[in-house]
């Protein structure tokens, strides 16, 4: 009797035993932390009189009001748009052009392409702070070998650094460095299309157009969905290129990207509180937006399968 | 000779210290004023800095002055100026700042109000008269307490090509009018070049040039602070450079960049207000010009006046974790006056000191090498030193200052309103005040 129920316990209690060491480290590094800039977001710092000598600084609670006045911000809703308008370029045109290269290197008739296939990823193994600034020196008027050739041709030179043309640089630094990894990610995926489908279709009288637009884009649905939301979130997260370009210009401030806000109230102007509130509401949107893609993407998919 | 026979005696008194130490008697007979670490034993301390070979200056402590006091200070190496601010203040929450940093005059007060570095006057009071009043003045808020030693300063100057300007036949401007004039006759001359350019990326080059006009950005009366960014005196600076600006005279684009560097080196920029550190700035930025640049003081607002502003510059302070503080302080002290450490921090730092004595000795009595043709640089240094004007910083030096870049940086870029910039910074300036909960006088 006493046996049988240890031994039932002991398997009862095998798969808590086994989730330990995960959880644990999970709430020490991931739920902690992020508890702990939560509870932050709700304080706010409370200074008496001159604010010198000891005893002058105190954490209060401050409720909601780091997050209305973080919702209320017009730098912090300028930035989202800002960041927007930056991903409405990056996005598209990343993964276009990364299926465009998947689909070639997959293609019979290429050449080299092993070679290729690692000349379009190597950017994406340049960290970015490194590329932003390579790319700013291109982009700098006096120091660019781009504007002496455009100069000596007497062609027009457009100030890359300014307005509109500021987010086409801002997003060629992202395109340049993300294709290849979007490109790897859908390649991979064509990869481990059975090659009997191709036969059939062949056999069906079908073009290697048709079969690209019919066979392969369909089949590598789920790849892109996960690129494309990939894509999403390291949108929404965007700073080093901006920050790297802040220096060169005045048209990059230094709240140009909603996280540079946040790294501008936590770095600059040492205000943690309202720096982590507006982080949860970044965080909160960016889950928001995935998320929703995510579903709408899957219900899609479910309802194709039905079909 | 008073000087010989002064110095003959302290070296009796000295060897008559020595010889108490080694008859193993106590050591607070050498005179020093604190008694805490006399009864402590040996003491280990921590120093936060940004100062190039640090390190090395460190090591004439610890093996001088702190072997006998047996106080060893170690560096620990940190980024410059606001970044180390931020890190000073994250490690104060914990409990764990180092017991030494160095601060900028401007976080000083950033500092204080976080409770983050000690009053250390009665360790280091007695050294007021090694500074200039309006040096020290940053280091005590004004107050009875004393927050850190300076340690340097950045008197601001005029840097100009000297061949150029002859080439140009341009006149070194003494006031901000013949600045004006100056930067329009090279337009009409040069069309391609630029007298100078409106920074701005780095806030202390505007903050020093307001204060050469006589602004007082944060004072206070009674319990309450008092924001004056955008005083007349301020506005008078803004416009000035807005004026310059908007009328294509000077260019707008930020310095520190790869272009800046190349417009400085190929003489398509050929004057630079600055600082005293200026040299050594302009030995990276434009190799090629060395030696055909020339040092003046900064252009006046009227005839009469000789003031300057500063800009950077910085101190050593003692933080409230420090559980040695008047040793931290004897470090501080001794760092910051004594003559072989200040000679070191010049050679191996290449800092400009706030000591008034070290200004014209050791390292500074041959001019830098870039400014080998001004043979009088730091005699001249020194003097225009002596001009500085009284700064006043206040708590959220750090918000000013953020708002400053984001505000002309776009004011520059759109050749706009640069006094419309300025009541953006001081708002910006009072509603962080105000929401920390200071007392803000209207």
New interface residues.
């Given amino acids: 009797m006493t046996s049988a129920s240890r031994k039932a316990y002991g398997v009862k209690g095998a798969p808590y035993a086994f989730l330990l060491p995960a959880t644990t480290l999970f709430l020490l590094f991931f739920a902690l932390p992020i508890g702990y800039a939560v509870w932050l977001s709700f304080h706010k710092v409370k200074v008496s009189g001159l604010g010198l000598g000891s005893g002058a600084r105190k954490e209060v609670w401050a409720g909601l009001e780091n997050y209305t006045d973080a919702l209320g911000d017009s730098e912090l809703i300028s930035g989202a748009l800002r960041v927007l308008g930056y991903g409405c370029i990056v996005v598209p045109v990343m993964l276009g052009l990364a299926l465009l290269f998947a689909l070639m290197l997959d293609s019979e008739k290429v050449r080299l392409a092993p070679f290729t296939r690692l000349a379009i990823f190597l950017p994406y193994a340049i960290p970015g702070v490194v590329a932003a600034l390579l790319w700013g020196f291109l982009y700098l008027p006096d120091v660019s070998p781009f504007y002496y050739v455009l100069e000596k041709l007497g062609l027009p030179q457009p100030d890359l650094l300014d307005g509109g043309p500021l987010y086409l640089a801002l997003s060629n630094i992202a395109v340049w460095g993300g294709t290849g990894f979007n490109m790897i990610v859908i390649y991979t995926s064509l990869q481990a299309i059975p090659v009997e489908v191709y036969a059939a279709a062949r056999l069906d009288g079908a073009t290697p157009l048709q079969i690209a637009l019919r066979i392969k884009i369909p089949m590598v649905a789920p790849s892109l969905v996960l690129t494309f939301f990939f894509s999403i979130i390291a949108t929404l997260q965007v700073f080093n290129e901006p920050t790297t370009l802040k220096p060169l210009t005045n048209s990059v401030s230094t709240t140009w990207s909603p996280l540079m806000k946040v790294y501008q109230d936590a770095f600059g102007k040492g205000d943690i509180y309202a720096a982590a509130a507006q982080a949860t509401i970044i965080a909160l949107a960016t889950l928001l937006l995935s998320f929703g893609f995510l579903r709408a993407a899957n219900r899609r998919n479910k309802q194709e399968a039905a079909r | 000779m008073p000087i010989t026979q002064r110095r003959r005696l302290i070296f009796r008194s000295a060897a008559v210290c020595v010889s108490v130490a080694l008859g193993a008697t106590a050591l607070t007979a050498c005179g020093s004023e604190d008694d805490s670490e006399a009864e402590s034993g040996p003491v280990s301390l921590t120093y936060w800095t940004w100062t190039p070979g640090m390190d090395k200056v460190v090591d004439l402590w610890n093996k001088g002055p702190g072997k006998q006091d047996q106080i060893t200070v170690t560096v620990k190496k940190q980024a410059s100026g606001?970044?180390l601010?931020?890190k000073i203040?994250t490690a104060h929450k914990a409990g764990k700042a180092p017991d030494l940093v160095q601060a900028e005059y401007q976080a000083l007060?950033?500092l204080?109000?976080?409770?983050a570095v000690a009053d250390i006057a009665g360790e280091v009071g007695d050294a007021k008269g090694k500074f200039a009043d309006g040096v020290w003045q940053q280091t005590t808020?004004g107050?009875d307490a004393v927050y850190a030693v300076p340690q340097d300063i950045g008197p601001m100057m005029f840097y100009y090509r000297e061949d150029l300007f002859k080439k140009y036949g341009l006149k070194v401007p003494a006031t901000w009018d013949e600045f004006a004039e100056t930067a329009r006759a090279l337009k009409k001359k040069a069309p391609d070049t630029d007298l100078t350019t409106f920074s701005?990326?780095d806030s202390g080059l505007f903050a020093g040039l307001a204060q050469q006009a006589g602004a007082k950005w944060w004072t206070?009366s009674g319990?309450?602070?008092q924001v004056g960014i955008d005083d007349a005196a301020s506005e008078k600076v803004a416009k000035f450079w807005g004026g310059l600006v908007k009328e294509g005279a000077i260019d707008?684009?930020?310095m520190?960049?790869?272009?800046w560097n190349?417009?400085l080196n190929t003489g398509?920029q050929i004057a630079w207000v600055s600082a005293v550190w200026a040299p050594g700035t302009l030995t990276t930025a434009a190799p090629d010009t060395k030696g055909k640049w020339a040092m003046a003081p900064l252009p006046q607002w009227s005839d009469s006046d000789d003031v300057t502003g500063s800009w950077g510059g910085s101190s050593t302070a003692v933080t409230?974790d420090s559980t040695h503080k008047a040793a931290a302080a004897k470090f501080a002290a001794w760092l910051n006056t004594d003559g072989d450490a200040l000679n070191a921090l010049a050679k191996e730092g290449g800092i400009y000191p706030a000591s008034t004595s070290a200004q014209l000795s050791g390292a500074f009595t041959t001019p830098p090498d870039y400014f080998s043709n001004q043979p009088d640089f730091y005699k001249q240094a020194a003097e225009i030193a002596e001009t500085t004007a009284p700064s006043a910083w206040g708590?959220?030096v750090?918000?000013a200052?953020?708002t400053f870049?984001?505000a002309f940086?776009?004011a520059?870029?759109d050749k706009s309103d640069f006094a419309a910039a300025l009541k953006s910074m001081q708002d910006d300036t009072v509603a962080?005040l105000k929401?920390?909960?200071?007392?803000v006088a209207e």
Avoid: C, H
Avoid at chain 2, 112 to 115: C, G, L, T
Avoid at chain 2, 256 to 259: E, K, V
């Fill in positions: 606001d970044t601010v931020t203040l007060p950033t204080v109000s976080n409770d808020l107050t701005a990326n206070t319990e309450k602070w707008n684009q930020p520190y960049t790869p272009a190349k417009a398509k409230t708590p959220n750090n918000v200052y953020t870049k984001d940086g776009k520059a870029k962080d929401k920390q909960g200071f007392e």
